[in-house]
């Protein structure tokens, strides 16, 4: 009889981060180690592993001789970190609206165009998903692999709150017509113009995410 593989730390941590920036395990939701290691199947060690990971990347927050938790930044500190979200995400608007490729240009009007359909349904789980695709296709576009790297981990930690304001009413449609000042701008080089509307757009989604929680 095969033996399963052993689920590593790694998986487990991938596993979790899933279900954190998807918003199942919202922010504040307790972590137990002996719980998780029933769930998958595994000894503490593994799970103790991949909390430890999740901690070094800012998705939970972990104290000794207390019990894990999804991160739940304060109001200032996801204040600061929406600040700097919004400059890292206008650096990459402004440097894509002069280094994207031809292709790459007709690849994100693709994709904004594809969007629309996505709001005409009102699916909020896709349009998420394809949000993603969106702003990762402006990162890659900037040609920088540093500045990629950077804005990526700092959208890791966002994303939860970024996912969860979707769900405010009417906001698919409003996100999809600031991604469309964003494409005009990016598609006709527009480098100031990108940059700026790319920071109006993150402030807004600061808003409406704060409006959605404190509503």
């Given at each position: 009889?095969?033996?399963?593989?052993?689920?590593?730390?790694?998986?487990?941590?991938?596993?979790?981060?899933?279900?954190?920036?998807?918003?199942?395990?919202?922010?504040?939701?307790?972590?137990?180690?002996?719980?998780?290691?029933?769930?998958?199947?595994?000894?503490?060690?593994?799970?103790?592993?991949?909390?430890?990971?999740?901690?070094?990347?800012?998705?939970?927050?972990?104290?000794?001789?207390?019990?894990?938790?999804?991160?739940?930044?304060?109001?200032?500190?996801?204040?600061?970190?929406?600040?700097?979200?919004?400059?890292?995400?206008?650096?990459?608007?402004?440097l894509s609206?002069?280094?994207?490729?031809?292709?790459?240009?007709?690849?994100?009007?693709?994709?904004?165009?594809?969007?629309?359909?996505?709001?005409?349904?009102?699916?909020?789980?896709?349009?998420?998903?394809?949000?993603?695709?969106?702003?990762?296709?402006?990162?890659?576009?900037?040609?920088?692999?540093?500045?990629?790297?950077?804005?990526?981990?700092?959208?890791?930690?966002?994303?939860?709150?970024?996912?969860?304001?979707?769900?405010?009413?009417?906001?698919?449609?409003?996100?999809?017509?600031?991604?469309?000042?964003?494409?005009?701008?990016?598609?006709?080089?527009?480098?100031?113009?990108?940059?700026?509307?790319?920071?109006q757009h993150?402030?807004?989604?600061?808003?409406?995410?704060?409006?959605?929680?404190?509503?």
């Amino acid at each position: 009889m095969l033996k399963r593989p052993r689920t590593s730390a790694e998986d487990i941590r991938r596993q979790l981060a899933a279900r954190i920036i998807s918003g199942e395990l919202a922010p504040g939701t307790p972590l137990d180690e002996t719980g998780l290691a029933g769930e998958f199947a595994v000894s503490r060690t593994p799970i103790r592993e991949a909390l430890r990971l999740l901690a070094a990347s800012g998705l939970i927050d972990q104290k000794p001789h207390a019990r894990a938790l999804v991160a739940k930044p304060d109001d200032a500190t996801l204040a600061g970190m929406f600040e700097v979200m919004g400059y890292l995400e206008a650096i990459c608007a402004g440097l894509s609206a002069i280094a994207m490729s031809a292709a790459e240009r007709d690849a994100l009007d693709a994709l904004h165009i594809q969007m629309a359909a996505i709001v005409r349904e009102g699916d909020h789980a896709a349009y998420a998903d394809a949000n993603e695709a969106f702003h990762s296709a402006i990162y890659d576009g900037a040609h920088n692999a540093y500045l990629s790297e950077v804005t990526r981990s700092t959208r890791q930690r966002l994303q939860p709150f970024r996912r969860a304001q979707f769900k405010a009413l009417g906001r698919l449609s409003r996100s999809h017509a600031e991604h469309g000042v964003v494409v005009d701008a990016i598609l006709q080089g527009d480098r100031t113009g990108a940059e700026a509307a790319m920071r109006q757009h993150i402030a807004i989604v600061e808003g409406a995410y704060g409006e959605l929680s404190h509503g």
